[in-house]
């Protein structure tokens, strides 16, 4: 997995004949930069649209239909975009989340399925919408919405014994750990790189992680075992692109660390 993948799930060579929906969702505790990340994606593929004379818009909020209704107010600018992204931030308090009402739920979950026809609807019959959901949680997210191909991890706290299980089963133990630990240099001040930090059974693999791990950020010009900075564990994420798993460095410039693409 390259830099240049992951851009190209968000980003066509060519502008579409018809609405082509790309959906992704970012995944983080509070302050682990969700909001930041989605931001720096935007401001990329408007950079990437003004090379190609699209017109471009990126439109953020956290109710659906706030949205849509912004957009069915401004349909006359709209409709004559080529791009269109959209962040629904901290996705998990209004109608995206699980624990919403029925009746709200079934609306908001037909008109994002329907969202396309929206579109097409308002005279957007041709280009690009891509949403982003900002979720704290991913369990809260409606299953419907977050069974998207890309899944982005900025943090993960997980007190549940089967949600670990089934993040490490789903990451592989190098990513999860990954996670673990960029996650606890996040809210733990002068947090320091143990090698008791990795819990699995074999001392080998344990001792292989931790190496890979100190290894890692060594080439940052960071000593794991002296701390990890809380600002400097905020540029990475953990990125699932169906089944490839590779980690974003969205530091100043959205880049990937290379070292850990093959992991």
């Known amino acids: 997995m390259t830099l240049g993948d992951f851009y190209r799930y968000f980003d066509r060579r060519e502008k579409p004949n018809y609405v082509d929906l790309i959906v992704s969702n970012i995944y983080g505790y509070m302050k682990s930069g969700k909001t930041t990340l989605s931001r720096k994606i935007g401001a990329k593929i408007e950079e990437r649209c003004e090379e190609k004379k699209w017109g ?27 791009y269109i992204m959209i962040t629904y931030d901290d996705a998990g308090r209004f109608f995206m989340s699980r624990e919403s009402a029925t009746k709200e ?13 929206f579109f097409e609807g308002i005279g ?19 299953k419907t919405m977050r069974n998207a191909p890309m899944g982005i991890w900025k943090s993960m706290v997980l007190m549940d014994v089967e949600d670990r299980r089934e993040m490490a089963l789903r990451l ?46 060594n080439k940052y010009n960071i000593d794991a075992a002296q701390e990890i900075p809380m600002e400097f564990a905020k540029r990475f994420a953990v990125i699932e692109l169906f089944d490839d798993k590779f980690v974003l460095d969205s530091g100043n410039e959205i880049v990937v660390a290379e070292e850990l693409c093959q992991g």
Not at 64 to 80: A, P, S
Not at 105 to 117: N, S
Not at 124 to 142: A, E, K, P, T
């Open 105 to 117: 739920r079934r609306e908001t979950l037909k008109d994002f399925m329907e969202i396309r026809h």
């Open 172 to 217: 592989g133990w190098r990513y999860y750990y990954f996670l673990k630990i960029i996650t606890k240099a996040m809210f733990v001040d002068g947090y320091r790189l143990k090698i008791s930090d990795i819990k699995v059974r074999s001392s080998n693999k344990r001792e292989e992680i931790y190496n890979w791990l100190v290894n890692f950020f």
């Open 56 to 82: 471009f818009i990126f439109i953020e909020g956290r109710r659906q239909q706030d949205v849509l209704n912004y957009i069915e107010e401004n349909k006359d600018e709209i409709r004559g975009l080529d």
């Open 124 to 142: 957007f019959r041709q280009g690009i919408v891509s949403i982003l959901f900002n979720i704290q949680f991913y369990r809260l997210l409606d």
